[in-house]
């Protein structure tokens, strides 16, 4: 089984930053990928960014020059820095992993970007 841990949201003035951090554990492969996805109250869930375990990396568009995803495979913890923070951001942000054919999520944390 493997548990997905989310932290680092909040409420931040648009054109701010946030850094998110999710952190996996349990019984992770060495090949995954992790990715970052969104959903805003109303619409559906969406991909922000992906990277997998060789750090090859996938953006949205919406994100492309404003957020970075890395990742430390030693502490199977992904990252996400959001730069220019905007308020169409608004979202509850949530870690995913997908290894072996297997999906997993984390619980979500709330960024909220006031105008």
């Known amino acids: 089984q493997v548990q997905l841990v989310e932290s680092g949201g909040g409420l931040v003035q648009a054109g701010g930053s946030l850094r998110l951090s999710c952190a996996a554990s349990g019984n992770i492969f060495s090949f995954n990928t992790m990715a970052w996805y969104r959903q805003a109250p109303g619409k559906q869930r969406e991909l922000v960014a992906s990277?997998?375990?060789?750090?090859?990396?996938n953006y949205a568009d919406f994100v492309k020059g404003r957020f970075t995803i890395s990742r430390d495979n030693t502490k199977n913890t992904i990252y996400l820095q959001m730069n220019s923070l905007k308020p169409e951001d608004t979202a509850v942000y949530y870690c995913?992993?997908?290894?072996?054919?297997?999906?997993?999520w984390g619980q979500g944390t709330q960024v909220t970007v006031s105008s």
């Open positions: 990277i997998t375990s060789t750090d090859s990396t």
């Open positions: 995913n992993l997908v290894q072996m054919f297997n999906l997993y």
